[in-house]
């Protein structure tokens, strides 16, 4: 939706990307204006930039990313590097969740995205130590507690559990 709102409102020619990949086959402009989803990650701002730069005259960044949404990507991005197990609790249609589990998926393959305790199984835990919950930024407290209490309960030897929540 808000990709939808930004087009709607760009006046002029105006081009959609989902990756920096994408950059190469973009037409050559002399003057080009960038906005990111608010939800983007400050590092894939930073390639897409860097990439563009190569190819226009005159570039025009609207950084719009959230200052909270980056505040938890990194928190989120720190939690991923020091566990077994990255757990990120949220909507599989939020932009803002699948995001974190984009980058803790960067850092820790052993990553699961999860809406709700009903996703959690107990193969999920074997041979993890440490366990690391972070959340979407819309994702309620009472849906992050339903899963740890499901955790704990399937879990014979628990594992130590860390949370990540920029707030």
Not at 33 to 41: A, I, K, N, P, R
Not at 147 to 163: H, M, N
């Amino acid at each position: 939706p808000e990709i939808n709102g930004i087009v709607a409102c760009a006046a002029g020619e105006h081009i959609v990307l989902e990756s920096v990949d994408e950059v190469n086959n973009l037409p050559r402009r002399r003057k080009v204006g960038l906005v990111v989803q608010t939800t983007q990650s400050q590092s894939n701002l930073v390639a897409l930039v860097s990439e563009l730069i190569k190819r226009v005259e005159e570039l025009r960044v609207y950084n719009t990313i959230c200052n909270a949404t980056m505040l938890r990507q990194r928190s989120a991005l720190e939690l991923a590097n020091k566990t077994d197990l990255m757990l990120v609790v949220g909507g599989k249609n939020s932009a803002n969740t699948t995001r974190l589990a984009e980058i803790c998926r960067g850092v820790n393959v052993h990553t699961l995205h999860v809406e709700t305790a009903e996703e959690i199984e107990e193969r999920f835990f074997q041979e993890v130590g440490t366990l690391g919950i972070t959340a979407g930024a819309s994702t309620p407290d009472w849906i992050i507690e339903e899963i740890v209490q499901k955790i704990k309960a399937i879990s014979s030897e628990a594992p130590e559990l860390k949370y990540g929540r920029a707030l």
